[in-house]
């Protein structure tokens, strides 16, 4: 898979510090079965509120960037096929792959 490097030349050329930003995070994107099939980087700066979001879509594997207003809950659709692309919270996430595991478990 293609590395994520767009938002990392953003972060280096603007000099942004982890306390310009309300929103960071790195994730694995899951496909419509559920499975860890592509990856996205959300950037979201206090001074504009933006959502820059560079990903490799899960469906397809096109690596692409997309900007939008922030806000949650937060999706975004691939440049390509089309697929929403879903941010769940990480609490929630955590809560899904922790019954799942529980559920494999018994």
Known sequence: MTELN???KFVQENSILPSQCAYHTRRDALNK?????????ILVLKADNIARVEYICPECSHHGYH???WQRPFSFKCNKCN???KVP???EQFKREMKAVNKAGK
Do not use: D, F
Request: proline share 0%.
């Open 33 to 41: 079965a559920g499975k860890k099939a592509g990856k996205m980087r």
């Open 6 to 8: 767009i938002l990392e």
């Open 83 to 85: 697929s929403t692309i």
């Open 89 to 91: 919270k990480m609490k």
């Open 67 to 69: 900007e939008s207003q």
